[in-house]
């Protein structure tokens, strides 16, 4: 009985990988049929199929997405608020147009946050940074058109010419 772990001699016609165990040999056997064509393979011509390895450009995907996969929206009131609500922080000393800018993307922002919790929405965080800006917005927008109120009464009232 030989032991099974003693070292094999080489033989002739016989490859070693690089483990330094023979890689297996199959019998040369002649097809009966063709192969059958892969369905990426071109279906003629005497030029090889073109590369299509990772870096080759944008590949079209084979699958869709998996099922019961909804992609995820944002909400495009919470979007809108946001932008009014930076709007209003630009232009605060603007004296009727801010109050209603300011306003506005606070509602927009409160109605975008509530849309963001149902499925298949997100903007949560968007929502509150616009209710953020709407809120800091309306400060000084009120205080400006109390302001601006005040200015209108007090050269209203002046003694100018007839006292």
């Known amino acids: 009985m ?4 003693q070292q094999q001699p080489h033989q002739e016609g016989q490859f070693y990988g690089a483990d330094g165990y023979p890689t297996p040999q199959q019998p040369q056997q002649q097809p009966s049929a063709p192969l059958p064509v892969p369905y990426s393979a071109p279906v003629s011509g005497p030029y090889p199929a073109p590369y299509s390895g990772p870096y080759s450009g944008p590949q079209q995907m084979p699958y ?6 909804v992609p995820l929206r944002t909400s495009g009131m919470a979007i809108a608020g946001m932008i009014i609500g930076i709007l209003a922080l630009i232009t605060f000393w603007v004296p009727f147009w801010d109050v209603v800018a300011a306003f506005t993307a606070i509602g927009l922002s409160w109605a975008g946050m509530v849309q963001a919790q149902k499925p ?11 209710l953020v800006c709407g809120i800091i917005a309306a ?3 009120v205080i400006f058109l109390v302001l601006f109120f005040v200015a209108i009464a007090a050269t209203s009232t002046s003694c100018a010419f007839y006292c």
């Open 64 to 69: 869709g997405p998996f099922p019961g996969y």
């Open 139 to 141: 400060i000084p927008a």
């Open 2 to 5: 030989t032991d099974p772990y």
């Open 120 to 130: 298949g929405y997100t903007g949560q965080g968007i929502g509150i940074a616009g």
